[in-house]
């Protein structure tokens, strides 16, 4: 790519295991227009940022359903903006799973809540999925018959039927981690 940035979107999200069966997803949405303020009537408020915003969300373990929710605007194009804050509370009570996608849009899509909080929850969902296995040990053991899991059909690695997907289905321990990108230098890449 050539020629000066324009526009910059950095998303950045931590999650961490909080009290006893929570994990707490945090995350961070900046835009900045390196090349100035603004054109126009759009105008940054902060420098050369347009958008600084925030949302954690509190999430219980296992069942992944939406406890609290917390969201500021440190930067925002316009008064009205931060009248989105206080809807997400409207996510408390929903489980992170099938169906998530679906139930954000209906409450935040289009003109029902800010595009830009609504996209870093968007972002946020895959993180929780990814961070309950670490925070909690879920994935120790490969579930019999490949069982219940959440991320077949979720990418074109894990799709249904794949090599990644079958190996699991087979209860291939050794097979799944000679798969890894992260396995030792010699090791089968594929079957």
């Known amino acids: 790519m050539s020629g000066e940035a324009v526009h910059v979107r950095t998303i950045t999200m931590q ?11 945090s995350g961070r949405l900046v835009d900045e227009r390196p090349q100035g303020a603004g054109v126009g009537w759009f105008g940054a408020v902060n420098g050369t940022i347009i958008h600084d ?4 969300l509190a999430v219980r373990h296992p069942d992944l359903v939406i406890t609290a929710v917390t969201a500021e605007m440190a930067s925002h194009p316009y008064s009205l903006c931060p009248d989105a804050v206080d809807p997400l509370q409207q996510l408390v009570g929903l489980p992170i799973g099938r169906g998530f996608t679906r139930a954000l849009n209906e409450r935040f899509g289009r003109q029902l809540g800010c595009a830009h909080l609504t996209a870093l929850i968007h972002a946020m969902a895959p993180v929780v999925r990814q961070a309950v296995g670490p925070a909690f040990r879920a994935y ?16 074109q690695a894990w799709k249904e039927g794949g ?25 089968p890449d594929s079957a």
Request: charged content about 25%.
């Open 15 to 25: 999650a961490r295991r909080a009290a006893e069966g929570t994990l707490e997803v």
């Open 53 to 56: 915003m925030r949302v954690s």
């Open 140 to 155: 120790e053991e490969i579930p019999k018959g490949g069982g219940e899991t959440w991320f077949v059909n979720s990418c």
């Open 163 to 187: 090599l990644l997907h079958q190996r699991l289905a087979a209860g291939d321990v050794e097979g799944l981690k000679a798969l890894s990108a992260r396995a030792p230098t010699g090791a």
